[in-house]
């Protein structure tokens, strides 16, 4: 019988539960789990001085292309387990590694590939962990592509999401949509039976069309305010749906220059912070330094952190996507004032896992659970991160 390890406490003034935050106690770790809070260490056990800290669940970065010079698009299972290793160490423990809208074929060579990647780890692998894969597209609108290539977008099929799902072992989690698609409420009702959360974007969708798909299923907006159609009094689009749609998430990447601080705090009003999910959305070039990459089949440029589409003439396009971290997103939604520390470290752990049907295994420090979880200073820095209570970070 294998003898069991030694008990660490982590001591700190601020422990973020899912009900909120503990004033003063200690989170023990045994057997890279979580033990229940207590308000004393047993005598003579190792203890984890944290008092002035933050303890918060580990990220979860729910719709994320890649990191540190590597893309899901890729197909290389390596990739994947390279990239996770860095996320870790910038303090995403769970993620879903997020396709993007290219042809059929290599949907579902992704989808393979994320499913070898999570077979391949042994119990020492100290990346993020593989919860889901996020489909974003190829079932939205060419008015809205952004970065997605218009050539391979279609109406929503589940005859082809049948078929990226055996490929990844049942590994997806989540489908994107532009609702004024052909087939979509009859789309988002079956992912609904089958378990699988929707998301509404890179859309021209009215209003009533993103409501009727929210009707039909739907429960989240994908990269809120970009790449959708925006809010007017007459003709509210498909960020005043957001908006009005009680019951639903919406993704914001809150890197100061895809969404306005401004506009981050009216989304967060209209919803409340408990329907507000911080995402990456980043690329290949996060951890990177400025340069040329590739996204898919287009290339882009990472100058002054920012990723943008290169058009034929050379020069900056459209923005590609972010270079951001979800521990900057915290801090970021704390500095602007949109949220208190607590609510900010739950937009980025404990939402996007409930918004992406994976809060059974991630998210939130809970007994029982894996002990993945991020030290903060009162400022917001990221100083560790422990997957499974091993320091990666």
Request: proline share 4%; hydrophobic share 40%; net charge negative.
């Amino acid at each position: 019988m294998a003898q069991e390890q030694e008990t660490l406490y982590v001591k700190s003034g601020h422990i973020v539960l899912p009900g909120g935050v503990v004033a003063s106690g200690y989170l023990p770790v045994a057997d890279g789990v979580f033990r229940p809070v207590t308000q004393e260490a047993k005598a003579g056990a190792r203890v984890l001085d944290r008092s002035d800290r933050w303890i918060a669940p580990g990220f979860v970065d729910t719709h994320v292309h890649g990191f540190a010079g590597h893309d899901v698009m890729d197909c290389d299972p390596e990739g994947i387990n390279a990239a996770s290793l860095e996320l870790a160490r910038h303090g995403t423990t769970s993620w879903t590694p997020t396709t993007l809208t290219q042809s059929a074929d290599e949907i579902e060579r992704a989808c393979a590939s994320v499913h070898e990647a999570a077979d391949s780890r042994d119990e020492d692998f100290l990346g993020a962990r593989i919860e889901g894969i996020f489909l974003e597209g190829p079932f939205f609108t060419c008015e809205h592509a952004g970065a997605q290539n218009p050539d391979h977008m279609c109406d929503p099929s589940v005859e082809l999401f049948r078929r990226w799902q055996e490929a990844a072992h049942g590994l997806i989690c989540r489908s994107s949509i532009a609702p004024e698609r052909e087939g979509s409420a009859e789309y988002c009702a079956r992912m609904r039976e089958m378990g699988v959360a929707v998301a509404l974007g890179h859309s021209s969708a009215s209003f009533e069309e993103g409501m009727a798909a929210v009707a039909a299923g739907a429960n989240s907006f994908v990269h809120a305010y970009n790449a959708m159609s925006g809010l007017a009094h007459r003709a509210p689009g498909l960020v005043g749906c957001a908006m009005a749609a009680g019951d639903t998430f919406a993704e914001l990447i809150c890197d100061g220059m895809h969404v306005h601080p401004g506009a981050v705090r009216a989304l967060t009003n209209a919803k409340g912070w408990r329907h507000i999910s911080l995402v990456s959305d980043c690329l290949r070039c996060g951890g990177m330094p400025d340069g040329d990459y590739m996204l898919g089949d287009f290339p882009i440029r990472l100058a002054e952190g920012i990723a943008r589409l290169l058009r034929e003439d050379g020069g900056a396009g459209n923005i590609a996507g972010s270079v951001l971290t979800l521990a900057a997103a915290v801090k970021n939604v704390v500095d602007w004032g949109v949220a208190s520390p607590d609510q900010a470290m739950r937009m980025a752990s404990e939402i996007p896992a409930r918004m992406s049907g994976i809060d059974d295994c991630c998210g939130s420090i809970l007994a029982g659970r894996c002990a993945d979880f991020n030290v903060l200073s009162p400022s917001m820095e990221l100083e560790e991160t422990y997957l499974g209570g091993v320091l990666v970070r």
